[in-house]
Each structure stands twice: as C-alpha cells, then as structure tokens.
C-alpha cells in the first residue's frame, strides 16, 4: 500500500511497477506469447517511488513486476492485462486500397474508397528455430522447445525484427482502416511549422483465418433497391514490410508514447512510385499511436470518432488503461486517448485510433524505435525485399493471385 500522500496520488494516475517476490527460483525462460501464469505470487516487496501498487474499483487488481522485463500483469475477473516498454509487438504489414463501388480501375487518390493496413504480429526472429537472425548472431537454440532465453538477445535491436513469415491460413492479424485515405506525411508540420499531421483510423476486422480476410478484400456484387447492382474490385496490395510497436520509457506519465514504425520490403526504393507517394507510404516511416476510450465524447468536428462507437473493451480496460471512474485525468470516463500499454487494445473490432505523424526515413525509423530497433528493421525487410518475389508475398497472405493482383507493387495505378 501507498505509504506516502504523492504515492497515493500516484497509484490511482498511472500503472507503475510492483516488484515481483516468490520464493520459488525464477524460470530462466519465458513464454513468448502473453499468457496468464496460473498461479501468480501472493507476497510483495514495501514499495517506492517507483514502485506502486494499482488497485480496481470495483474488484482489487492482482499485479506482478518481472523485474527487468518491463512487464505488469494486471488481473481482474480472470483478465491479464500487460504493461511493457521496449517492443511490444512485431510483425509483418501490408497496405490495401479499395477502389470505390463501380470503378474498374484507379488513377488517383480521388478514385480510392479505402486505404487498409494489415497487420499480422510475428514472434521474433531470434526466438524461432533455424531463422536467419540465429545464425547471423551465432544465437543458441533449444531444438525442444519454442521459449527463448532471454540473455541471449544481444541487444534491444533483437526484439523488433520479426520471424519469416508462414504460408498457413491459420495466423492471427488485424484489419484497420485509415480515415483519410492516406498515412499521416511526416514532413508536415513539427517544430516551427505547426501541428503534425494526425489521422484518425479504426480497427474493422480480427481475426485468425486468412479465408474470412480473404473474402473481405475480394471482390463483392450486391443488389440495392434503388441503384440495382453494384460492383467493388478487389482491394490492390500497394505495399509489404515489417513493422514494430514500442513504448518509450518516459522520465514521467504524461510522456508515455507508443510508436508504430514501419520499413516496406516491396515494392523497394527504386520502384516507389506516385501510388505509394498518395496513399502516404513511404520506404521507411513511423508514427504515434493513441487509442480512444470508447466512452470519452468526440474530440472534435471531423475526427470521425463519436461518443459510444468505439470498441467494447471489458471493464480492466476502461479502469486500468483509461481510467474510468476519476483514476485518470479530469474526467468522470477517465482519459480521453492513453498511449498503446498493451497491444490488446488493438484487438477489439471498433478500437479508434489516431496515427500522429512522427518521422521518416531510415534515420527517422531508428530515431523513433531507439536501440538499434529501426536499424536492424531496415536491414531485415531490405534483405526480404531482394530475397521474396510479389507472388510470395500474395502467397504469405493465402491470397488467390488470379484475383488479387501484384502489379501494384511496381508502383502505378491499376
């Protein structure tokens, strides 16, 4: 418990640390996947500053510090919600654009309804056996198991490079589609030259079987009662990369931020044209991610976010992420937008978010990411990029190169 008045304050503001106290020896390995340990510790260390404990309003939170990990387990009513800075996530990303209803083909921006980015997480490259990342860094491996021991990552760059990508349907990935049409430009605005530009998007599919995404992009005809047929081609793959989401390490709360940051593999640099240059695509990029409490009213005209649209997280969300209930900020709902603390609020249908542009470049992707993360990034989709033909990539995705097809890769409109 809280010793002092500003720990007290504290606790009830921000998700902080709480050491974690076992008598039983820590394991040397740790699962990738976030899955809830079923017996968590009973016992804790008096706390300090930096070490508070967090507590539900309606039932009491039961937390649990890995030390050295960055990691919070926060569980309520059977829930494990985890808080880490450093990579939070990896993956592979891909940009689709949809045409508007009745057009065959596309020759700007003003032809497109939708642009789409799909995400598709991957565990780390040096924590799957045989990867090229293993034998590059001479990386041991257990032939047994699919843990990792995490004093052999030799840096923080480690963690944000993604495992290859698997050719099975069953693999989980999130739809999310962009309001404007576009990715937020990074060379808009900053300092001296007003506010970056801030694009508002929305998670519309999660999933874990590549036929339902298929189906979704695929092409559609349907019947209405007053225009009779209409017709969607399906939706052009513009672009492929790899991605990381990472949480900084703030010196305080209020400046707790998550980057999204990207480098595409295909089409590469030479072949870049005037389709990726419109839709806001770039070699390399990044931005800040913010997610939208479902309960906080519109933030203004125009934001396409409206008051009771949003995700329907479940309650350890809303009190421990937004901080319902007078825990966070001013408000009764708590916080109007929090930084990405775990990457389950992005697996919600509905879930509102707003890309603010950050940097570009390969410099800009390192800036962002820290560590050698944007480095290692950039070297591991550029090596792709030369190593993967456009068919591979249709193939990654379980998609039927008879309808969707690649040629958009190269850079012009189709």
């Known amino acids: 418990m809280p010793t002092t008045r500003s720990q007290a304050h504290e606790a009830e503001n921000h998700i902080s640390d709480v050491k974690k106290v076992s008598d039983a020896k820590p394991p040397a390995k740790r699962q990738v996947s976030q899955t809830a340990p079923d017996d ?19 039932t009491q939170s039961h937390e649990d510090f890995k030390p050295g990990t960055g990691q919070l387990y926060s569980k309520d009513n059977g829930v494990l919600l985890t808080v880490r800075t450093g990579t939070i996530e990896r993956g592979h990303i891909y940009f689709f654009y949809r045409l508007k209803v009745q057009h065959e083909k596309a020759g700007s921006l003003e032809d497109i309804k939708n642009l789409h980015m799909l995400l598709v997480p991957r565990p780390p490259a040096f924590a799957v056996s045989g990867s090229s990342y293993n034998k590059t860094f001479n990386l041991k491996e257990d032939p047994e198991s699919t843990e990792f021991n995490e004093s ?37 605005g900053g300092t001296g030259r007003g506010r970056k530009e801030t694009f508002w998007a929305t998670v519309t599919k999660v999933g874990e079987d590549l036929d339902a995404l298929e189906k979704g992009l695929d092409e559609m005809t349907y019947e209405t009662k007053t225009r009779g047929t209409r017709h969607e081609e399906p939706a052009r793959l513009v672009a492929r990369g790899g991605y990381a989401i990472v949480n900084n390490v703030p010196s305080v709360p209020s400046k707790r931020e998550t980057h999204l940051g990207y480098h595409i593999s295909h089409p590469p640099p030479s072949e870049m044209g005037d389709v990726q240059a419109s839709l806001g695509i770039y070699s390399a990029s990044s931005f800040i991610l913010q997610v939208k409490n479902p309960l906080a009213p519109s933030s203004g005209p125009g934001t396409g976010f409206a008051a009771g649209k949003g995700a329907d997280y479940p309650e350890w969300i809303i009190q421990n992420v937004f901080g319902k209930g007078g825990q966070k900020g001013r408000e009764d709902y708590g916080l109007r937008f929090a930084s990405c603390e775990t990457t389950e609020l992005l697996d919600y249908e509905r879930a509102q978010l707003l890309l603010i542009a950050a940097r570009g470049g390969d410099k800009g992707l390192e800036q962002s990411l820290g560590d050698g993360r944007g480095d290692a990034l950039t070297e591991a989709e550029s090596k792709e990029g030369s190593q993967e033909s456009a068919d591979q990539v249709l193939k990654e995705l379980g998609l039927d190169k008879e309808s969707f097809t690649a040629e958009v890769l190269h850079g012009e409109w189709i």
């Open 40 to 58: 968590l510790p009973k016992k804790r260390t008096k706390q300090t500053k930096e070490s508070t404990e967090v507590r539900s309003s309606t």
């Open 152 to 188: 052999s990552v030799l840096a923080p760059s480690g963690d944000a490079v993604p495992a290859p990508a698997e050719t099975t349907k069953k693999k989980k990935y999130r739809l999310i589609t962009v309001g404007k049409k576009k990715l937020p430009d990074p060379g808009q």
